[in-house]
């Protein structure tokens, strides 16, 4: 099956600096990416849609201007979240659509101090 | 836009035996997606199961079968002999048939005792 990885798998950062998680479709070229946020034991959470080329479509009460989202080409997505807080800490997945399926990244955990 | 239900958050299956998970959805659409996904601890997604709408045929997938009523808006999973390494959160999910995104129920955590 199509590989998604990310990177990176874990990061610390303190409070008030930004980090930038990747995330990249090996083995297909995906138009569309996903950006999810998971609490443990919780469902995925939907953050934003990534078109190649094009500005992201984020979700309802997710802040765009803290959850910045690039899509620069058919392979990579990258979320940068901005000026982090300890409420940012979170699980995020990432995932790229081939026709009518997504293929998940291994997920990143954020934890900020 | 779909919306998924999950009522059972938790299910607990003798190893060799078979459980049941839940799943019912509300869509707008005609054509659609069916989708369940597995989540062991390591959290990274697995897909178990795809049906499409359109197909009256239930989906197998070795020991995983659906159960899809689609006047009912029902699309339950069946997990047969169940093995230790089954135990993990399980999502069921929808997506319409041009549109690439997945709405997610609540999940079910199912525990495979020995």
Redesign the interface.
């Given at each position: 099956?199509a590989v998604v990885s990310q990177h990176p798998s874990w990061v610390i950062c303190k409070s008030g600096t930004s980090v930038k998680i990747e995330c990249r479709s090996l083995d297909f070229q995906a138009t569309?990416m996903?950006w999810y946020r998971?609490f443990p034991?919780?469902?995925?959470m939907?953050m934003a849609?990534s078109n190649e080329g094009s500005k992201a479509t984020y979700e309802q009460g997710v802040e765009k201007d803290k959850f910045l989202i690039n899509h620069a080409s058919l392979t990579l997505s990258t979320l940068t979240v901005t000026s982090a807080h300890p409420e940012d800490s979170s699980?995020y997945?990432c995932?790229a659509?081939d026709r009518?399926?997504?293929y998940?990244g291994?997920?990143t955990r954020l934890t900020v101090t | 836009a779909q919306t998924v239900t999950q009522s059972q958050p938790e299910m607990s299956v003798q190893e060799a035996e078979t459980v049941t998970l839940s799943c019912t959805y509300d869509t707008s659409e005609s054509d659609y997606?069916l989708f369940w996904y597995k989540q062991p601890p390591?959290?990274?997604?697995i897909?178990v199961i795809?049906q499409e709408a359109y197909k009256q045929q239930n989906a197998t997938e070795n020991r995983f079968s659906v159960n899809f009523q689609k006047a009912a808006k029902s699309f339950s999973l069946k997990i047969s002999d169940s093995q230790l390494g089954d135990a993990a959160?399980y999502?069921c999910a929808c997506?319409g048939?041009n549109d690439?995104?997945?709405s997610?129920?609540?999940?079910t955590?199912v525990t495979v005792r020995a």
């Open positions: 099956g569309t996903f998971q034991k919780q469902s995925l939907l849609t699980f997945i995932s659509a009518y399926e997504q998940f291994p997920g | 997606y390591s959290r990274q997604m897909l795809r959160m999502f997506s048939f690439y995104k997945l997610f129920g609540a999940g955590t």
